[in-house]
């Protein structure tokens, strides 16, 4: 079984950055995606952006040119760095991966991500 953790997370006025960070485990890694997605209260949880096992990335539009998908595959690890951080990208942010399938199998538990004004 895949475990997710994901940390980082916090409170971050306007402008600043953050970095989020997912750990994988329980499993030997190869030929993984990654992705990151959000959940912003009362919204439905939205795809932000990922990256394949080839290093492919994807990105959703608001956050291309701020946000930067990356991972380290000897630690099993991947980043979400953010950066020019506004309001609306206030959310609970999760890390998902996914081997050969087409749906994201496996989730983490989730970070919050606030930023204040």
């Known amino acids: 079984q895949v475990q997710l953790v994901e940390s980082g997370g916090g409170l971050v006025q306007a402008g600043g950055s953050l970095r989020l960070s997912c750990a994988a485990s329980?499993?030997?890694?190869?030929?993984?995606?990654m992705a990151w997605f959000r959940q912003a209260p009362g919204k439905d949880r939205e795809f932000v952006a990922a990256i394949s096992w080839s290093g492919n990335t994807s990105y959703l539009d608001s956050v291309k040119g701020r946000f930067t998908i990356s991972r380290d595959g000897a630690k099993n690890t991947g980043y979400l760095q953010m950066s020019s951080l506004k309001q609306e990208d206030t959310a609970v942010y999760y890390c998902?991966?996914?081997?050969?399938?087409?749906?994201?199998?496996?989730w983490g538990q989730g970070t919050q991500v606030t930023v204040s004004s």
């Open positions: 998902a991966l996914k081997f050969s399938s087409a749906r994201y199998d496996y």
């Open positions: 329980g499993r030997t890694f190869s030929r993984y995606s």
